[in-house]
């Protein structure tokens, strides 16, 4: 490990981009002995590693929610569970939108010099998507547990499968960074 209980240097933990002290891009700086360059590289393979695993699920679940419209149960449904499809189909396509757009980014911007600024940008592009991913899912759930059960604890059990979505994604992980990292 670089001294970092995390393995990972102060900079990459918070999203900064240090304390500019590291110098230029030939310059070696952090943990890892890296230049800006070479931490740009290994953050945008890690980053594409990720956006991998989320976009194929959203495309996937995205791909089914357009094909319900064409179905003959979809017109036999109340008029709020169909505004509950659309409200789910456009977080679908958001997130899609969200997390298809660090590539268009790659593409756009490759060859330009701002590796660094592309990595931070397409970091965001992808946290959005994983925060639209959320919603749809979790629309998408109540949607089918309504048609499925017309149950009144429903609500109760999307809520519940939301805490555990919100656990899984961010508080256990914002957990281990608050005690697994140091200021070194």
């Known amino acids: 490990m670089d001294g970092h209980n995390g393995g990972t240097p102060r900079g990459e933990r918070d999203g900064s981009q240090g304390d500019g002290k590291a110098g230029g891009r030939g310059t070696r700086a952090g943990g890892r002995g890296e230049t800006e360059e070479e931490r740009?590289?290994?953050?945008?393979?890690?980053?594409?590693?990720?956006?991998?695993?989320?976009?194929t699920g959203v495309q996937i679940l995205l791909g089914f929610l357009l094909t319900v419209v064409f179905t003959p149960l979809f017109h036999e449904l109340a008029q709020t569970d169909k505004t509950i499809y659309l409200v789910t189909v456009v977080l679908g396509s958001l997130a899609t939108g969200a997390l298809i757009g660090p590539v268009s980014f790659h593409r756009i911007v490759s060859g330009r010099?701002?590796?660094?600024?592309?990595?931070?940008?397409?970091?965001?592009?992808?946290?959005?998507?994983?925060?639209?991913?959320?919603?749809?899912?979790?629309?998408?759930?109540?949607?089918?547990?309504?048609?499925?059960?017309?149950?009144?604890?429903?609500?109760?059990?999307?809520?519940?499968?939301?805490?555990?979505?919100?656990?899984?994604?961010?508080?256990?992980?914002?957990?281990?960074?608050?005690?697994?990292t140091t200021d070194d």
């Open 40 to 55: 740009a590289d290994r953050r945008w393979q890690e980053l594409l590693q990720e956006i991998r695993v989320a976009q």
């Open 113 to 180: 010099q701002v590796k660094p600024q592309a990595v931070a940008w397409a970091s965001r592009l992808t946290f959005a998507g994983i925060l639209l991913l959320l919603a749809t899912l979790t629309t998408a759930l109540f949607l089918i547990l309504r048609v499925a059960t017309h149950d009144p604890y429903v609500p109760w059990l999307v809520a519940g499968v939301l805490a555990w979505y919100l656990v899984c994604w961010f508080a256990l992980p914002l957990w281990v960074r608050s005690h697994y």
